[in-house]
């Protein structure tokens, strides 16, 4: 008898450490801006860096250091404009001029890839995908970064994440779902949507000169 309750005890054992080990996830939101996020509870919320920052994240990276962080700025703006006219809004003040500006403080950026055509959130949406130095106050490190950019309501919206250059790639399916989980408090009807991106969709090939990243792969 205490031979079969040791084989059974055993064995509940070796199921236990068999079982598959899932994460779960975090919900948060911003209680100024309402904007709103879910991630993997092996994600850490660190110290922001910036006045703009509302979250900062630190992914289980070790070296890598991975890091998605979520930006939020007044701009009342475009807030005169019809609903009609967000994605007019988005190409005109928020494509290349908004990333050069934005990427200032890098040194030796790399633009690898920059759409228009994205969403972030329920919000009409500009992306880019860059490699840079990080600027001369943080410690040295050659970084890639895919970035996005949204007006909705009465904010701009900058999220982005960023990892070493050498193994971006590692974390790069990590951050699409991240900006995947991100919504806004409702600023307009919802008859009207943004430019959601379709992640099944081939959009095309990243070329990116970095050793062991995105080269030639779908995003």
């Given at each position: 008898m205490n031979m079969i309750r040791t084989g059974l005890m055993i064995a509940m054992?070796?199921?236990?450490?068999?079982?598959?080990?899932?994460?779960?996830?975090v919900v948060w939101t911003d209680l100024d801006t309402g904007a709103h996020?879910?991630?993997?509870?092996?994600?850490?919320?660190?110290n922001n860096q910036q006045p703009d920052d509302i979250v900062t994240l630190s992914l289980p990276s070790g070296e890598d250091n991975a890091v998605c962080r979520?930006?939020?700025?007044?701009?009342?703006?475009?807030?005169?404009?019809?609903?009609?006219?967000?994605?007019?809004?988005?190409?005109?003040?928020?494509?290349?001029?908004?990333?050069?500006?934005y990427t200032a403080s890098y040194d030796n950026v790399n633009v690898i890839r920059q759409q228009n055509e994205a969403g972030l959130?329920?919000?009409?949406?500009?992306?880019?995908?860059?490699?840079?130095?990080?600027?001369?106050?943080?410690p040295f490190a050659n970084k890639a970064g895919l970035m996005l950019v949204t007006n909705y309501g009465d904010q701009v919206y900058v999220a982005e994440?960023?990892?070493?250059?050498?193994?971006?790639?590692?974390?790069?399916?990590?951050?699409?779902?991240?900006?995947?989980?991100?919504?806004f408090k409702p600023a307009y009807s919802v008859t009207t949507v943004g430019n959601?991106?379709?992640?099944?969709?081939?959009?095309?090939?990243?070329?990116?000169?970095?050793?062991?990243?995105v080269s030639r792969t779908v995003y």
């Open positions: 054992a070796m199921v236990a450490f068999a079982a598959p080990v899932k994460a779960d996830y996020i879910s991630y993997p509870d092996t994600w850490k919320t660190i979520v930006r939020a700025n007044e701009d009342r703006r475009f807030l005169i404009y019809p609903n009609r006219f967000r994605s007019d809004i988005r190409d005109i003040n928020f494509t290349n001029n908004f990333w050069e500006d959130g329920q919000g009409f949406a500009s992306m880019t995908l860059i490699s840079f130095v990080t600027p001369p106050d943080e994440c960023t990892s070493n250059a050498m193994n971006y790639r590692k974390y790069h399916t990590s951050f699409l779902s991240f900006f995947k989980t991100i919504s959601y991106r379709n992640f099944l969709k081939d959009w095309g090939t990243i070329n990116a000169p970095l050793p062991n990243t």
